[in-house]
Structure formats: structure tokens, C-alpha cells
């Protein structure tokens, strides 16, 4: 069933972030799962409160959804 933007809810982060998590998402503008797209694990772990478990728990939501978060680019040596 496709939902018209208008009638997506909001949020729909996962349930199992914590609130500095949580927090430190919707600081940035993100408020939902998609807009994940594009930005790296690393990108989002520097997002101040976003721990380890937070990025494992999105890692997770993400995949459920067919999604991930984007690759690293190579290091320059």
C-alpha cells in the first residue's frame, strides 16, 4: 500500500533508539529512515549522542527496509 507523503507519519525512526540517539537525528533534520540514504555510518556516528548501539539499531532498520547506509569512500594515502 503506497502512502501519499501527506500521509506518512512523520517519524518513523526506529523504537529502540535511545533519546540522546534520537535526539541527536532529529538535531540534524532526519526524521526518517530515508533520509539516511547518501550518508555514511561513519557521517552519522559523528552526530553528537549517536553511539555505537544506535548506529548497530539503524543498521538494522535499514536493512529491514532494503536499505543501507552509504559506503566509505577509499582513504587517501
Known sequence: MN???SEQPKHD????????????LEAAGI???E?????SEAQVGRL?????KGLRILREALAEKG?????E???KR
Not at 533520509?35 to 550518508?39: E, F, H, P, S, V
Not at 553528537?48 to 555505537?52: I, L, Q, V
Open 35 to 39: 533520509q539516511l540514504d547518501g550518508m
Open 67 to 71: 536499505r543501507a547506509f552509504a559506503a
Open 48 to 52: 553528537h549522542g549517536m553511539g555505537p
Open 73 to 75: 569512500p577509499p582513504r
Open 3 to 5: 502512502m501519499k507523503p
Open 13 to 24: 525512526l526506529p523504537a529502540g533508539l535511545s533519546r540522546p540517539a534520537r535526539q541527536a
Open 31 to 33: 526524521t526518517r529512515l
